[in-house]
């Protein structure tokens, strides 16, 4: 009895230890959760963007000296001509340094004069041996010295009366006054912008392209150009400047269209400037979902039937501080992973959340 006691015990701890010893059943993983985003068009610029008739030249006019604005003959909005005076400075203190170089040429034709006659009369002296010839050097020397005075003080006379010229401020060329910036009994210092002037000649229509859709632009663009008083009529024009840092208060990028021809536009004109999808599509995903191995670029694209990952090869075109330019490998209708790309592999089962954080439907476009 206590023998078949012992071997049932036996038994019994054998089956505990050997249901020790085995392996317990491996949990699934739960689908990683990822944030998955559709390619934008990168030439969505296609549309329609309200911009103004300016100048080609807009030139900043400025006193080329300091002092005191006594007089403005012209006011914003007026026609000019080359030459025309706009404005005027104080003449006192220019005056006065005319005077006062005119008083140093004097001097300084008087410093000539004496110098010459001392040194013919002492050349008369040396021929009959009566000077030694460095005495008669230092005469000559002096006589240079002071026909170099009198050349000085001419030069700074015309400096003076350039200066004084310059007190009067000349239209360079016919225009309109499109900005006055100072007022009469204003102080300005020399090179101050004191008007902008737009210069007769060519028309451009400037506009203002929004962030997101910089990428879709490119100098040489063309383009069609409306005016707001005959909407029906499309001038032809191409884009001639695009500016490579946004403005810091807009966030939007200037740009520049000159129109074809002489077309018969006025400055200040209201403009509609209508742009063309490109042929070539390109695709705008973030910096964050493209990842590398050697040279080949890739993204993770998400598997509409299965709710899995696939690498997905790319060509890209160029990027920015917020997004990589993809012109080859994506049709625009996939779900890009666009955060935490280093932590998926081939095949891996996620859960895919849009940018507002609602799951993406698998199998849904």
Known sequence: ??????????????????????????????PRPVLVVQPEPA??????????????FAPELAFRVGGKVTRRLVQTGQRVRAG????????SDLQLQVQAMLAQQAEARAGLALARDELERYRKLYQSNLLSKSQLDSLQTNEKRARARLEQAGASLEHAKNQLQYGRLLAPESGIIAQTRVEAGQVVAAGQ??????????????FSIPEQAYAGFALGQPVQVSLLNRPEQRLAGEIRELAQS????????????????????ELGQS??????????????VPLSAVDGEGQQAFVWVLDAGQGLVRRQPVGMRGYDDQHVLIEQGLQGSEWVVA???????????????????????????
């Open 1 to 30: 009895m206590k023998h078949r006691v012992f071997f049932g015990l036996a038994g019994f701890l054998g089956a505990l230890l050997l249901a020790g010893c085995e392996q317990p059943p491996e949990q699934e993983q739960p």
């Open 43 to 56: 030439h969505q610029g296609a549309g329609m963007y309200p911009g103004e008739v300016r100048a080609r």
């Open 84 to 91: 025309e005076l706009l404005a005027e400075l104080d003449p």
């Open 193 to 206: 912008p004191v008007f902008v002037l737009a210069a007769d000649g060519q028309r451009e229509v400037e």
């Open 246 to 265: 946004a403005d810091p208060r807009s966030r939007t990028f200037s740009a520049r269209v000159s129109l074809a021809g002489e077309a018969a536009v």
């Open 271 to 284: 403009a509609r400037v209508h742009v063309s999808a490109r042929d070539d599509q390109v695709w705008l």
């Open 339 to 365: 955060a935490g790309v280093h932590l998926l592999r081939e095949g891996m089962q996620v859960r895919a959340l849009d940018p507002e954080n609602r799951p993406v439907v698998v199998g849904e476009e």
